[in-house]
T-cell receptor, first 115, second 112 residues
Framework: GAGVSQTPSNKVTEKGKYVELRCDPISGHTALYWYRQSLGQGPEFLIY????????DSGLPNDRFFAVRPEGSVSTLKIQRTERGDSAVYLCASSLTSSRERGYTFGSGTRLTVV | GENVEQHPSTLSVQEGDSAVIKCTYS??????FPWYKQELGKGPQLIIDIRSNVGEKKDQRIAVTLNKTAKHFSLHITETQPEDSAVYFC???????????FGKGTMLLVSP
């Protein structure tokens, strides 16, 4: 597609529920990143995929967070037993490759609200 | 790991004035420094970037400077316009890592 697409744009869920956030990267981009942005803060790294594999998941805050990219394109971020502190905008970005210094292209994000 | 500090947190200027946003980084191995503009309800958009082998880069009204010795870099916007109003983020990346570390952002408000 023309850009990085994230769905849904907004998600409200009850504490304790499970949520899935989807990211469609730019076609042909092999690198995919998930970031989390809290109000008034810069994006914070969660996980990075190169192709189908999670090359770096050091930013995931705990084992309630998990992400997959089974075919090397679309990625899903999964959050179990959601907590109010998980409320944030979840941003996805993609780039052609991570082997050279390149800027990412970000999607518009999914605003997650846990009530 | 890398730590990026960004100042100021808010900046108000009159249309036509210049705006400068400054960032410092901690990891001397960082070699890539992009700047992003984020408008309300949208994701960050890359506006300019600089690599450690150059000291300055310019693109129309926007310029970025890098001082590797002092480990700081700055964004300069000249002849500001109301549509420049947004949150601006600096970031840094070490070639040994795949991810960007962002500053906390600067809210720029350009008044007509």
């Amino acid at each position: 597609g023309a850009g990085v697409s994230q769905t849904p744009s907004n998600k409200v869920t009850e504490k304790g529920k499970y949520v899935e956030l989807r990211c469609d990267p730019i076609s042909g981009h092999t690198a995919l990143y998930w970031y989390r942005q809290s109000l008034g803060q810069g994006p914070e790294f969660l996980i990075y995929f190169q192709g189908t594999g999670a090359a770096d998941d050091s930013g995931l805050p705990n084992d309630r967070f998990f992400a997959v990219r089974p075919e090397g394109s679309v990625s899903t971020l999964k959050i179990q037993r959601t907590e109010r502190g998980d409320s944030a905008v979840y941003l996805c970005a993609s780039s052609l490759t991570s082997s050279r210094e390149r800027g990412y292209t970000f999607g518009s994000g999914t605003r997650l609200t846990v009530v | 790991g890398e730590n990026v500090e960004q100042h100021p947190s808010t900046l108000s200027v009159q249309e036509g004035d210049s705006a400068v946003i400054k960032c410092t980084y901690s990891d001397s191995a960082s070699n890539y420094f992009p700047w992003y503009k984020q408008e309300l309800g949208k994701g960050p958009q890359l506006i300019i970037d600089i690599r450690s082998n150059v000291g300055e880069k310019k693109d129309q009204r926007i310029a970025v400077t890098l001082n590797k010795t002092a480990k700081h870099f700055s964004l300069h916007i000249t002849e500001t316009q109301p549509e420049d109003s947004a949150v601006y983020f600096c970031a840094a990346k070490n070639s040994g890592y795949s991810t960007l570390t962002f500053g906390k952002g600067t809210m720029l408000l350009v008044s007509p």
